[in-house]
């Protein structure tokens, strides 16, 4: 494995631990070279589904671009990378198991917004809002009412 400090090929592997969910093996790594430690994730590779957009274009599933949209949510939030990360892994298990083949970019949205509101509700809100296309202060202050109804039950 290349180091990401160095570039140095020669490395050993510390510590092998699996993943509370078990789809991933996580290794942290000591370079030979520089000495320092960095973590890797291995991995199964699947068949990825492809994205039905909304124009009717197609494209593979990209697990970075949920991660990205999750991350944007939760800037400045109490939020942890691993927990966005289980996030990420938990939208794709919930595709995986409802798609086979194509995944209409609509679901991949509404899935997202599941997750997020379980996590926290401004997270929720600003993903809402772009993935929503809200055109007013009325359509976002529907959803608040909405999000606020719903915590109170």
Same mark, same amino acid.
């Given at each position: 494995?290349?180091? !990401?400090? +160095?570039?140095?090929?020669?490395?050993?592997?510390?510590? @092998?631990?699996?993943?509370?969910?078990?789809?991933?093996?996580?290794?942290?790594?000591? +370079?030979?070279?520089?000495?320092?430690?960095?973590?890797?994730?291995?991995?199964?590779?699947?068949?990825?589904?492809?994205?039905?957009? $909304?124009?009717?274009?197609?494209? !593979?599933?990209?697990? /970075?671009?949920?991660?990205?949209?999750?991350?944007?949510? +939760?800037?400045?939030? !109490?939020? @942890?990378?691993? $927990? %966005?990360?289980?996030? #990420?892994?938990? #939208?794709?298990?919930?595709?995986? /198991?409802?798609?086979?083949?194509?995944?209409?970019? $609509?679901?991949?949205?509404?899935?997202? %917004?599941?997750?997020?509101?379980?996590?926290?509700?401004?997270?929720? #809100?600003?993903?809402?809002?772009?993935?929503?296309?809200?055109?007013? #202060? /009325?359509?976002? %202050?529907?959803?608040?009412?909405?999000?606020?109804?719903?915590?109170? $039950?």
């Amino acid at each position: 494995m290349k180091c !990401p400090f +160095c570039g140095d090929i020669e490395d050993k592997v510390i510590d @092998s631990r699996q993943s509370p969910e078990g789809d991933a093996i996580r290794r942290r790594r000591e +370079c030979l070279k520089c000495q320092r430690r960095f973590t890797t994730y291995e991995h199964v590779e699947k068949s990825s589904a492809m994205i039905l957009k $909304k124009d009717g274009r197609r494209e !593979p599933f990209d697990k /970075n671009k949920v991660l990205s949209g999750i991350v944007k949510a +939760c800037e400045k939030r !109490p939020v @942890s990378m691993e $927990k %966005m990360q289980q996030m #990420v892994d938990e #939208v794709e298990r919930s595709l995986e /198991n409802k798609y086979e083949k194509e995944i209409p970019s $609509k679901e991949i949205g509404e899935v997202i %917004m599941r997750e997020l509101q379980k996590i926290d509700d401004v997270a929720y #809100v600003r993903f809402a809002s772009v993935y929503r296309e809200f055109k007013d #202060v /009325n359509q976002f %202050m529907s959803e608040l009412s909405h999000l606020l109804k719903n915590n109170h $039950k």
